[in-house]
């Protein structure tokens, strides 16, 4: 009944935001602002009602009704409350309506808004967002229906079907799959939501876009209604992609956090593509420049978070083939196409009105820069777009699929990566309007002196790469600038205000949140770039097997093999672990425990073992491939150098958002 | 006929000690090589290669029996003296391009290489004509616009940031 139940409501949702698109746009045309509101409203109902229908699925999904094909294959009465719940987004039509109802929540949340001084955006903003709302109930109710359960037919076969086929009964299966256990991880649980907090918010910004582009105020009010909307989009992207990194670190046990795999890269794109939108905006607001370019920019992350979706829903990656026969597959390409061709021809059709107020006078300026900046993060998406199509390219043309790895990606996206880093310390020194080589020399100096003792410290430390030499000269140079540029402000309002140094501090800050708040996101950037270049360059691995009482060395550390042991866990499974004692100069740093787990339906998993300080992690595996017994037990051993500053970064990063997008009480 | 027989006699003695021949030299080579490749030696070329199955995982690191297999593969190879190069040919001949980390350049595959670069310098080089064309533009303001925001240094930067700040409120 409940399944039913949860799948009328979905269809119902979907027939309401087909009317909340018509009603707007005819509301718009006849210039009826009853139709208007009336698709408001009905924009506004969409929440509740997708939420009863998820809330069913997540009752459904926590009792077990097997019934369902869904619950069936994503979870079992082994599994506890809490993954049974999250298991909405374990699977593929979960995820879909997932999607849906963090959409349904964005766009409900911004038709509550005051919409008095922008009334000629709403039937826009109302249209493209109840559109694209409309677009993912279809592809669950024609496609992916999480609500379609399993038949027996008379003949005995088991069937799945949204309702009862002929003369079939209702099967029960005792027992679901089960969620595959990979997924079971923290990082796994809270990774989805916020990337597809990420992907949803963004589609706020771009219907404010469009709504700017179709009804022509072209000046900064779209872009400045939507700042918070673009920002906390751009946080959820970011913290998604973090966990994402820390779930294969902590999961895949491959030693590393990214493997430039075509999945991590879908939603690595709406991020190269916002973070310019995030800067250029900027330059729109403060020099009337660059509209068109923002547009662009907006335009062009709308349809990466649609393309990331389709890249990894369509099974598109795994052959083109895939991609022909699935039922989503093509759907997503038409309306990829579609709505990213009328944004350009809107675009085109609003070229002129979107020219910029004031003219680009120095190469040096402040604006200059960011759109230096805008062209870099550019370079990195058409690497990353071009790496994950060309294959697909490659087995239309050929009939062979060839595989873009690693090497391709770091050795195109290296230097661009590098020129941000260097950007994103001369670019605050710049000034806004006009810079010459002579006044940025004068700012830059006295940061570069500190700067310039980087490398030879590291050369007296022994450090010979080049890659390593020059990667953290310039993670030094972007923090003594951030730190030169509080400096500087601080400095001035004491001389000017008279206030102590941490009321000046907080002063200034609290009075420019935006540039400030960027400065520490810059700061958590290159503390991150510390933990990259840490891993990618100095990372060290051995493979080695050993009987126990054996040991091995690496990097300087001794790992003596104690014990092996295995015994099986209250929730079935048969567990494999063993034990190593950590050495350094002769000295017992802790034991370490890799794990090997067999789950009772036969899913593996390995469990790395992790020795993590803020100079290095140690991270052992028990190689789960080969044969394992007390005697021959094969350990493989990563060293890992610097990569907690990956983590570290990313709570710098949320700290500095936080002062950044903080609201401005006292400006109101 | 039986000035013949002696002639087949030296054609399959010589056979046979090319065949002796071969595989002492080969068992020499095998010996050579001891002790057996390491588990490292066999992840240094396993780590440029990804088996066709296994998706997005690098063979190195691989969990599947297939992978595991393949490596056992590599190991052998080694053992008989072959190159990393030889290696990934011989599994480039058996299951094509895909195996390799990175498309081999040729043919199609320089599409790859080749275009990234050329949008990235087009890029910069539309961004700086687009400067040219600016600065051409506002020639006539410059001055005026220069006198009116002057770089700011020394003491300018305290009412400069003061001014920025007033600004935004």
């Known amino acids: 009944m409940l399944a039913q139940f949860g799948f009328g409501i979905l269809v119902v949702t979907f027939l309401l935001s ?98 008095d001084r922008d009334r000629e955006f709403l039937p826009w903003v109302v249209a493209v967002t109840s ?29 799945a079907h949204m309702f009862a086929p002929a003369g079939a009964s209702l099967f029960l299966p005792s027992e679901g799959r089960g969620l595959n256990e990979l997924l079971r991880h923290p990082g796994m649980v809270f990774h989805p939501p916020m990337l597809y907090l990420g992907f949803v918010a963004f589609v706020i910004p771009y219907a404010f876009a469009i709504a700017a582009l179709v009804t022509g105020r072209t000046d900064d009010r779209w872009t400045r209604l939507t700042r918070r909307w673009t920002l906390v989009a751009w946080l959820f992207l ?25 999945v991590e890269i879908a939603a690595l794109m709406p991020w190269l593509a916002s973070t310019p939108f995030l800067h250029s905006v900027m330059i729109q607001e403060k ?175 022994n450090v010979r790469n080049w890659i390593a030499l020059l990667g953290f000269t310039l993670v030094a140079f972007v923090v003594f600038v951030t730190l030169y540029e509080f400096w500087r402000g601080v400095s001035a309002r004491r001389k000017t205000q008279g206030e102590n140094f941490l009321i000046a501090l907080v002063r200034l800050t609290r009075r420019n949140r935006r540039r400030y708040g960027g400065y520490i996101i810059h700061v958590a950037m290159v503390v991150m770039a510390i ?138 | 006929m039986g000035k013949k027989a002696p002639a087949n006699h030296l054609f399959f003695t010589i056979l046979l000690l090319f065949f002796i021949a071969i595989t002492v030299l080969s068992f020499k080579s095998v010996r050579a090589q001891e002790p057996t490749p390491s588990d490292d030696e066999v992840n240094a070329i396993a780590r440029q290669m990804f088996c066709p199955i296994c998706e997005n995982t690098p ?21 008989q003296g072959k190159t990393p190069s030889e290696i990934k040919q011989y599994f480039v001949d058996h299951y094509g391009d895909r195996v390799l980390s990175e498309p081999p350049r040729a043919g199609l595959n320089w599409l790859v290489y080749v275009l990234p670069p050329i949008a990235f310098i087009t890029g910069l080089l539309l961004l700086f004509r687009a400067f040219r064309m600016w600065k051409v533009k506002s020639t006539a303001t410059f001055q005026e616009e220069v006198s009116a925001s002057k770089p700011a240094h020394g003491n300018e930067y305290a009412t400069r940031l003061e001014d920025e700040l007033r600004r935004r409120n």
């Open chain 1, 131 to 159: 559109l694209t709302l409309a677009f993912f109930l279809s592809l669950i109710i024609f496609f992916e229906n999480p609500f379609i359960r399993l038949w027996q037919t008379i003949s005995g076969e088991i069937a």
């Open chain 1, 531 to 668: 933990g990259i270049l840490g891993i990618e360059v100095f990372q060290t691995q051995t493979q080695q097997t050993l009987a126990v009482g054996q040991d091995m060395q690496i990097s300087g550390y001794t790992l003596q093999y104690d014990s092996l042991a295995q015994f099986p866990y209250v929730d079935g499974r048969q567990v494999t672990r063993a034990v190593l004692s950590v050495y350094k100069d002769g000295k017992y740093l802790g034991d370490l425990y890799p794990r090997y787990d067999l789950f009772p339906d036969g899913q593996p998993m390995t469990i790395p073992a992790i020795r993590s300080t803020l100079a290095d992690d140690l991270y052992v595996v028990l190689v789960n491939w080969e044969n394992i017994s007390i005697n021959e037990t094969p350990f493989k051993v990563y060293h890992n150098p610097l990569v907690n500053w990956l983590w570290i970064g990313s709570a710098i990063f949320v700290l500095g958002y936080l002062v950044s997008a903080w609201p401005e009480a006292e400006t109101m």
């Open chain 1, 287 to 461: 020099r009337g420049m660059l509209k068109q370019w923002n547009m662009l920019l907006i335009i062009l992350t709308y349809s990466l978070v649609i393309f990331g979706t389709f890249l990894t829903r369509s099974g598109v990656l795994s052959s083109v083939h895939a991609f022909a026969q699935s039922a989503i597959g093509p759907m997503f390409f038409i309306f990829i196409g579609i709505t990213f061709i009328i944004s350009i021809s809107l675009l085109i059709y609003r070229w002129n009105d979107l020219r910029a107020e004031v003219e680009m006078k120095s190469l040096l300026s402040r604006e200059a820069l960011f759109l230096l900046n805008n062209l870099l993060f550019l370079g990195v998406l058409i690497v990353c777009f071009w790496g994950v199509i060309f294959p697909l390219i490659s087995e239309i043309v050929t009939g062979q699929k060839i595989t873009v790895g690693p090497p391709f990606y770091l050795r195109a996206t290296g230097p661009l990566w590098g020129a941000l880093m260097a950007l994103m310390g001369i670019a605050p020194l710049s000034a806004w309007g006009y810079s010459t080589l002579k006044t940025i020399g004068r700012a830059i100096w006295k940061p570069t002196i500190p700067t310039l003792l980087v490398p030879f410290v590291l050369i007296v430390l």
């Open chain 1, 18 to 115: 087909l009317f909340s698109t018509s009603s707007a746009i005819y509301g718009y045309f006849s210039k009826s602002d009853r139709w208007v509101e009336s698709a408001r409203r009905a924009l506004q109902l969409t929440f509740p009602l997708i939420s009863l229908s998820a809330l069913g699925l997540i009752y459904l999904l926590a009792t077990g009704h097997y019934e369902l094909e869904y619950v069936y294959s994503v979870t079992n009465h082994e599994m506890p409350l809490y993954l049974k719940i999250t298991a909405l987004w374990g699977g593929q039509a979960g995820s879909l309506l997932f999607w849906a109802w963090l959409m349904s929540a964005f766009a409900s949340a911004m038709t509550l808004r005051k919409w």
């Open chain 2, 59 to 79: 063979l190195d690191v691989c969990p599947t029996e297939a992978c595991h297999d393949w490596r056992e593969l590599i190991r052998q190879m080694l053992a």
């Open chain 1, 238 to 262: 970011s913290i998604g992609l973090v966990l994402g990194m820390r779930w294969a670190y902590d999961v895949l046990g491959w030693g590393g956090y990214w493997g430039w795999d075509p």
